[in-house]
């Protein structure tokens, strides 16, 4: 394909559309990814946006038909569908971070997952939602409509167990004394405390909420990084044709075989919009 016309097209389909949705297939077999050993949750993101983009747009040729709303970016692979037959065998686990507060993004990739890894339940899907903003504190108001989501799909059996990240031990037990559906688990940052706090773990052990460790940084990617990423992945894209555009959601998930602890797949499913003017 004639690379200068590929950017070209580049320029309108992301003229055109209004929502990005992306899949980087399955990493544990993606032989490109492979090879590199990302610093950071961060930059592993990073990589698999630009792989993808470049994958895609390299695979097909967009046409004028192409130029939708809503453009798909996902490099199917055989291997990413679970079977029936091994559903039992394996858990489905996932982190969702939340860009942007829109309680719909919940559902919508809670819905993306569940289609694309041919499942009708997650087995478990660990919140991040999006930080107060600079020089407030987190207070439970700023959990309860994610959560009351994340019920919702629990209750829909979309979902069976839900967890949290980054609470310390007053908001988690604030949110599990208000909580229909209680936490399962916590997730806390390593770098913010080596040892995990007593009074944390004490509450988690008389709660039965299970406390996890975890390396991501409370902001996985900014607005920047996310358009640096896709300029890398379409080339030759302009300031001025990714400007506006901004990540809603991120979710990474892993397939876990139970009996051997051994990670099958795992993947990043990504949505972004353009910002209206």
Known sequence: MDPHNTNTEAKMLLSHAKTLRLHTGNLVSRSRLKKKCP??????????????????????????????????????????????????ELKVSAKLFLCEAVQSSIRDAVDMACQL??????????????????????????????????????????????????????????????????????????????VM??????????????????????ELMSAATFQEAVKGGLQDLQDQDVNDWRLEWVLRYSIIVKSRGIIKAKGYLVSARKASH
């Open 197 to 218: 706090p007593p009074d944390l773990t004490a509450f988690a052990k008389e709660f039965d909420i299970q406390l996890l460790t975890h390396n991501d940084p409370k």
């Open 117 to 194: 890894l041919a499942v009708s339940q997650l087995d478990s899907v660990i919140i991040a939602p999006p930080g107060p903003l600079e020089g407030d504190s987190l207070l439970l108001a700023h959990l309860q409509p994610a959560w009351e989501e994340l019920e919702a799909l629990v209750r829909s059996q979309k979902i069976a167990a839900i967890g949290t990240s980054d609470l310390d031990k007053d908001l988690l037990e604030q949110l599990y004394n208000w909580a229909q559906v209680k936490p399962s688990s916590d997730q806390v940052n390593l770098a913010s405390c080596c």
């Open 39 to 88: 610093g950071s949750p961060s930059e592993e993101l990073q990589d698999c946006i630009q792989a993808t983009l470049s994958d895609w747009f390299s695979a097909r040729k967009p046409t004028s038909k192409d130029f939708t709303d809503t453009l798909d970016c996902s490099i199917p692979q055989p291997t990413d569908a679970i079977t029936p037959e091994e559903r039992e």
